[in-house]
């Protein structure tokens, strides 16, 4: 996910939080607005493909293009 941030094409379109999950650990929230800009949508198609890492960490997508993910914050 870092690498996909460092990617994406208007930086002030990407918002990481932490919360905690519902089992009470820390999970890093990633919301993620393409902004129309075909990059960040190839940055997203990119990540959509890795079915086991989209399956794990997509929270939501709106129309639009916004994406949430959430991702376990590493120990």
Not at 41 to 48: G, H, P, Q, Y
Not at 57 to 71: A, D, I, M, P
Request: glycine share 10%; aromatic share 16%; proline share 3%.
């Amino acid at each position: 996910m870092a690498f996909a941030i460092k990617l994406w094409s208007y930086p002030d379109y990407v918002d990481v939080s932490v919360e905690k999950g519902w089992d009470g650990i820390d999970v890093q929230v990633v919301s993620m607005s393409t902004g129309g800009w075909s990059g960040n949508e190839d940055v997203i198609r990119a990540l959509e493909e890795n079915t086991i890492w989209w399956a794990m960490n997509w929270f939501s997508s709106q129309r639009g293009g916004h994406y949430v993910f959430k991702l376990r914050v590493p120990e």
